[in-house]
């Protein structure tokens, strides 16, 4: 049921991608446009995980690091990769300051998981290794693909929707609705493309949780990286995610909580909502709940500098 719901979704996004085209060009620009959704749909199966990992400046990075913080946080995930049974996955670091993570591709054996600079200088070992357990549950749960897709259609959506109005052609008048309705067709286009982004993504965000928390057998590090991460990002930009607000959905965290707007239809479920689901688990595991974490919050300095990606320099991490 569940991966009919995510094709019915995916169904929904085409379709709106091709009202989007006849409202441009009638039938003729609704056929072009159903064209190129399959022609997305095909070359995203195939080459979206590699457009999101080159739009980030995800660089790969294995056990030869020459920083310490960078070879274990490689060492922990791939054990826990192997001890879920799981292929290796290549690793990646994404030069940001915002504490955040993603897992993408089209499954398991072609999967990436990737951690910001950011998450790598904020918290401590046994909170990347929650957070990089709950990216191998997505390669885990063949999410990856889904969400990357999800995510490279709204993007086109939202484009496809600006160009309506402001290259649409013709008299207004022939349009069909006319200007009012390209006008309503440019806000509500996207509006409804996040709603489809949130139905697939976020009962996914609360399996992920599950199954990272049992892969790192500690949900409470999870939940504690959760609101660690949260705090962060309200103040700390993601400018690649502002400008790609799509993508948005690939995170931990919702990487646009920094601007409310981008907030309004947000694709992750409340991380209070998670955070309680994971203490529930860890009583059921048999560990005590500790007290919700309140980050303590210090003037933000840029620390992509402090976890080096590919240069030669060897500097400790909070933990390294």
Known sequence: MNHL?????????????????????????????????GGMNIFSYWNADKIVLKMYRAQPVDESHPNAVVRTYVADTLQMARDAGMPRPMIAIIPNDQPNAFATGRNPQNAAVCATTGL?????????????AHELAHVKNRDTLTMTVTATIAGAIAALANFALFFGGGDDRERPGGIIGTLALMILAPMAAGLVQMAISRSREYEADRVGAEIAGDPNALASALQKIEAYAHRIHNPTAERNPASGQLFIINPLAGKGADNLFSTHPATGNRVRALMELAVKMGRSAPRPVVPEITPHRPTTTSVPVSDNTVQKGPWG
């Open 120 to 132: 790598l200088d904020m918290l401590t070992r046994e909170e990347i290794r929650g957070v990089m």
């Open 5 to 37: 719901k995510t094709f019915a979704l995916l169904a929904v996004l085409t379709a709106l991608f091709m009202g989007i085209g006849f409202m441009i060009g009638r039938v003729p620009g609704m056929l072009i446009a159903l064209a190129v959704a």
